[in-house]
């Protein structure tokens, strides 16, 4: 949002200042156990996906034998711990703050919003999807989410 005030507004922009989104390590001190194959997924925190990249999601997930999960206010459950039930996922498609939460509890995770997509968050991409805040909307290697990027 940074660089939109300074833009779009008359703030000077050395008078933005930027506060990344965090996690308290010791509240998601539960990490989950690293499995062979993934089983399970999340669609965590996020809203605004068309019904039909929805539906793509959750068959590249059946696909896959991975089960699908949505949690958030967006499909009527919001879980106000995720510290308790993102240790239960082994995949975590999410971008901001529910990332890092994600990846705090031991998740792998894929950056989506609707209609983009990201790569999977690993050590080398990990300080450029900070910088993005986890958004695929503002990662130079985001793709369009289509059926053949989901496989």
Same mark, same amino acid.
């Given at each position: 949002m940074a660089p939109r005030l300074a833009t779009e507004t008359t703030i000077p922009e050395d008078r933005i200042v930027t506060i990344p989104n965090f996690v308290d390590l010791e509240r998601f001190s539960r990490v989950r156990k690293t499995i062979a194959r993934p089983a399970r997924a999340v669609?965590?925190?996020?809203?605004?996906?068309?019904?039909?990249?929805l539906e793509l999601l959750e068959t590249a997930c059946a696909d896959h034998g991975i089960a699908l999960d949505k949690v958030g206010y967006a499909?009527?459950?919001?879980?106000?711990?995720?510290?308790?039930? !993102?240790? #239960?996922?082994?995949?975590?498609?999410?971008?901001g703050r529910s990332a890092i939460e994600a990846a705090a509890s031991g998740c792998a995770v894929v950056p989506v919003v609707p209609q983009l997509a990201g790569a999977i968050v690993v050590p080398d991409? !990990?300080? #450029?999807?900070?910088a993005s805040n986890f958004s695929p909307r503002y990662f130079t290697s985001a793709s369009v989410m289509d059926s053949e990027w989901l496989g």
């Amino acid at each position: 949002m940074a660089p939109r005030l300074a833009t779009e507004t008359t703030i000077p922009e050395d008078r933005i200042v930027t506060i990344p989104n965090f996690v308290d390590l010791e509240r998601f001190s539960r990490v989950r156990k690293t499995i062979a194959r993934p089983a399970r997924a999340v669609l965590f925190g996020q809203s605004g996906f068309y019904p039909a990249e929805l539906e793509l999601l959750e068959t590249a997930c059946a696909d896959h034998g991975i089960a699908l999960d949505k949690v958030g206010y967006a499909y009527g459950n919001p879980r106000p711990r995720p510290e308790y039930f !993102l240790p #239960d996922y082994d995949i975590a498609f999410a971008i901001g703050r529910s990332a890092i939460e994600a990846a705090a509890s031991g998740c792998a995770v894929v950056p989506v919003v609707p209609q983009l997509a990201g790569a999977i968050v690993v050590p080398d991409t !990990l300080e #450029d999807w900070a910088a993005s805040n986890f958004s695929p909307r503002y990662f130079t290697s985001a793709s369009v989410m289509d059926s053949e990027w989901l496989g």
